[in-house]
């Protein structure tokens, strides 16, 4: 019985071994449908590689676009933990996902209001490494302009991925810095619950204080995302 489990097992892999290369395009173009799908948009991915008996999927050059420039949209590298021994067929949420070298253009954020025919992506943790997200405050502060924020470094924890910015209402850790026009610049990180701002805005003294990030409401998401700017 023992031997048989084993052999069943041993055949499974070589399979996963044997089909990696045309699953590896059939991830690479299933990823970017649902990245295009989830933010009306056209997407592109480069290339990628596919490790079904790991479970890992990475790809580089990620890139995306939507008609009239509203949203853009790249990536300098994107990797995936699956659940291993091609379980992800099965299962396919996400264990992690490490986005890097992330541009993020909106023409505001107004432009999130999509409404996916596929199933968001899920994900028990988000890291986002050297990212950048700029956007237009006009419907969150009148007549300010577009502002940019550069992120360091990010950690969320679980995480349905409805927006391009879902990870904001899981976020666990963040370094980064807002740059509002004018080029005034304020450093914010936030770790165990508590927010720092400094420079800028916060003034020459380092503001600290408590901050309890609101639950997410996916049909309420966008109106969150901007309630939280005031």
């Not at 056209?42 to 995306?64: C, E, M, N, Q």
């Not at 994107?78 to 070298?101: I, S």
């Not at 009148?142 to 209402?169: D, E, N, Q």
């Amino acid at each position: 019985m023992l031997r048989s489990v084993i052999g069943l097992l041993l055949a499974w892999v070589v399979a996963l071994w044997i089909g990696n290369c045309a699953a590896r395009d059939a991830a690479q173009r299933r990823v970017a449908r649902s990245i295009g799908d989830a933010l009306t948009a056209d997407a592109a991915i480069a290339g990628a590689d596919l490790a079904l008996v790991r479970g890992r999927f990475s790809a580089h050059g990620l890139t995306v676009h939507r008609k009239g420039g509203q949203l853009r949209a790249s990536a300098r590298s994107l990797v995936a933990e699956l659940a291993p021994l091609g379980w992800f067929f099965v299962d396919d949420e996400l264990r992690g996902l490490t986005v890097t070298g992330v541009d993020l253009s909106l023409s505001g954020l107004d432009v999130l209001r999509t409404k996916a025919s596929r199933r968001p992506v899920r994900t028990q943790a988000i890291d986002l490494r050297d990212a950048t997200v700029e956007f237009s405050l006009t419907g969150v502060v009148p007549m300010i302009g577009r502002a940019k924020l550069t992120i360091a470094s990010m950690h969320a924890g679980p995480t349905t991925l409805t927006t391009p910015l879902s990870w904001v209402f899981s976020c666990k850790s963040f370094d980064g810095t807002l740059t509002l026009p004018g080029g005034m610049s304020t450093r914010i990180t936030y770790a165990n619950g508590m927010l720092r701002a400094a420079g800028g805005f916060a003034g020459v003294t380092p503001i600290e204080m408590p901050f309890a990030l609101p639950v997410k409401d996916a049909a309420r998401e966008v109106e969150q995302l901007i309630d939280l700017g005031k």
